[in-house]
């Protein structure tokens, strides 16, 4: 019972909400890069993909809370260059945030230039690669939610609950998103776009320039309201052309 004690409290319950809905926050760039990716594999396969990765991302973050003193160990740096001190924390976000930046201009490439994978002719060995892509990249966003959980709480359970009920969340809606974007080539680079600033952003990050995020959602919030006004307005117009023609 002692376990759960914390949540025996209002400020438990607070915090647990407060976490959960910060966890969902954090985990939107998450979502999108796991719906990118997961779009690449046969039509079966990507509900299973996109779950598969999403658990797995469960069990990494569970995993790394567990081990929040080897994370907050990774803060000290390890190597100094040009008068700047490197952690291993530093290093991880630069690797993963060159490999996100990597990853979402060749797929802009191949959609600009039109060339179109075949994704039919996808085999069971890109879905593992795809899934081990997906938990890469969710270790490098890992390191957000958790020194996040542990700047909030101070409490293990709660933080992992949070983990747990966001996730929950996420694979509930993930399906609704990955269609959305995939479906609409516009917010699907619009998205792209989105994730090759979180890679600029972590690539800056590792380097100590420390980017609000809120910047970068708002951007993405504003473009996105402006992309379905356009859809709004495309739609009207097709709406006029068939009027005007019957």
Known sequence: MEFFHALLTL????ALLTLTLLEIVLGVDNIIFISILAAKVRKEEQRKTRNTGLLLTLVTRILLL???GWIVSLKSDVFVLFGNGYSWRDIILILGGLFLMY???TE???KVSGVDEEVEQTTKASVRGVILQIILIDVVFSFDSILTAVGIVDELVIMILAVIIAMIVMILFAKAISDFINERPTIKMIALAFLLTIGL????EGYGEEVPKGYIYFAMVYALL???????MRKNQEKKKKGTAA
């Open 11 to 14: 400020d438990g319950w607070i």
């Open 66 to 68: 567990l081990g929040i």
């Open 103 to 105: 990853k979402s201009v």
């Open 108 to 110: 802009i490439h191949s």
């Open 201 to 204: 952003m972590l690539v800056l």
């Open 226 to 232: 402006v992309e379905f006004l356009n859809i709004r």
